[in-house]
């Protein structure tokens, strides 16, 4: 019989079934040992059979409550079988972290949002984005000024977002809007979950750095979103926001560092020149060993469902701290491959190197992250 | 135990560093029970200590009695360990010759106290009669740690087996994560202080810990520490050398940043005597080079990854109820 999650399991026995499941689908698993470089579009293409053997042997159900199409037991089990996916030298799917990020959000304020659309987003027939930031609106999110206003049983929004990642290939965005008067700040914003082929919706996709169109701004004219599309309540939405954000630093997080140690470890496979090799690993790893440590104490947390407050902004930065430590050691280890080669694994890095670049902007650019230590850890005074 | 019953015993540990002199502190540590709580509670017996030890810039003998007690040794108020001289975390500091036994390493606060010390060689741990052991008082950088070097010569005779290779190591493990602790709490004590005096010192009419460029830095030093808390736990939890080095390291990070940023913020006032800034920052400095140092640390885990191609995922998660939404 094929081995499968038993949601009552402890961590330690469903990594023990997972791998023997592993073992059970290798031809099956073999093309996804890396992650696609391709446009999005390519991407999600790719990933989607990989998504679905997981769906279909349970495993990335696990931790996910029964009444949204999980199979019940704890995020801890999840968390546990994509690292040791990522162990066994497998590309964790790209996708699979906006539902680690979006669907806790869901759970906790739109329950029956979580029942209608997570069973599709789990089994990678849908893809979600977050719609959040605005040209005038980034660090200073609270600043936003996409309108909802109330229309009949519903809201019309409209404005601008930008910066969304899957913006331009994603069905469903969670979309931040102002329904409080223009000087409410975070007090007057509400949540929506808008369908992104509703009419009034145009999106237009952000070529980055790393080669690809990574995110895209999505423009509202007038978009019609029901009243059961609110997520939470009206004049809730910086709740829910913040809400989401700890998964963002957390689950997606501890699936960053599983990645980031298989791309560690295949990098010290590659042939160096560099003459401080030893130290360049040394630093890499360090910063991976403190995102990890950091990170599975988080999980834990967030697992009982407790609010982990502002000692969240440290493992946002360790993260970001470890995506550019790990890309820089490629880049050192690598030279003078990484910029005159064209082969895979030089292109691979590139893109990997160029794409570090914004983990520390994406989700709270750092210096916010600095600021909250400063002012809510150490409880020094608002800046000036 | 629980958070209140840890709590009691940071205080009372503190408390008894803060009365003993370095040569008394053993004996006042194993009076107190500190080392039953070692062996029923090794990390959090291991942790408060080191924090505390070095929080308050104590010379206590906490790296030796870990050490011992790591390498599967009796711990007592007499038994010392002779370390490995800083700068060459990779040479044991005794050595066999021939039937003989050469001993050249450090000795901590109160080695004067020891009857035996306990010296690692290639072999494994050896026991010798203080009384084989020549000590030369090394002020050093930091005087107030009062560190000595010790050597000797001994004829076979006079040197005891009394652990592996692999005791010795275990105890290397252990010695490695106290004094990530050490320099952790020391790295907090820089911090608090530091915290503080910002708050309190105004210019331009506002706290200095208004300004980013203030806060931002020591922002950083909070990361850092937790960073090392973390990995602490992670090392303690994992038991490997691995992780003890890289425990040891990030706390030597953490306690580098603490130094450098805490130090400028402080302005002129951390530059004076009178101030005393420079003994938190002499301590870090030998603590970091003790059992090897961050940055001869941080190339050798480096070295060990890429001779095995492997990169250790540590710690494992942690087993977890069902969740709660």
Redesign the interface.
Known sequence: MTPQPD??G???DTVTAFHRWREAHTAELAPFRHHPTAELEAVIAAEQPLRRLLYDGGWTRL?W?EWCGGL??????R??VL?ALA?AGYAIPDVQGTVEIIA?ML??FAPHLATAHLPAALVGEELWCQGFSEPDAGSDLGSLRTRATPDGDGFRLSGQKMWSSWGHVARRACVLARTGAPDSGYRGLTMFWVDLDSPGITRRPTRCESGRAEVAEIFLDGVAVPAERVIGEVGGGWRAVMHLMQFERGAYAWQRQ?DL??E??RL??ATTTAPD??????????A???L???C??T??EL???HDLGP?IS?DK??LGTAEQTVADAARTLLWPALELDDDDLAAEWRQRWAFSRITTIYGGVA?V???L???R???????? | MDAAELELVRAATGQLLGRGSPAGLPAALLESGWVELLSAEPAAAAAILAEEQGRTLSAGPGLELVMLHGAGLAVDATTAVVLPTVGRPTVPPGRRVGGRLVVDGLGLAGHERATTFVVATAEGLFAVPAAALHAVARRGSDPDLGLARLQGDLAGTGAVAVGSADAGASGMNAGRRFLAGELTGLAGRMLDDTVAYVLDRHQFGHPVGSFQAVKHRLADVRVAIAAARAGLASAFDDNTAASATAAKCLAGRAQRLAASHCHQVHGGIAFTVEHGFHRLIRRGQLLDGLLGGTDELTAELGRQLRHAARVPRTPRLREAGSATW
């Open positions: 949601p009552a402890t961590v330690r931790g409550p019940g037991g704890s995020p801890v089990q968390a546990a690292e162990a806790p759970i906790r599983a140690h298989t560690l470890e010290l496979g090799a030893d130290r360049v690993v040394g630093d890499a790893y360090l991976l060993f403190a990890r440590s950091q599975a104490a999980l834990a697992a009982t469902g000692e440290v930065l360790l210096e992250q600095r600021d230590v400063a002012e850890l150490l409880g020094l005074p608002r800046s000036r």
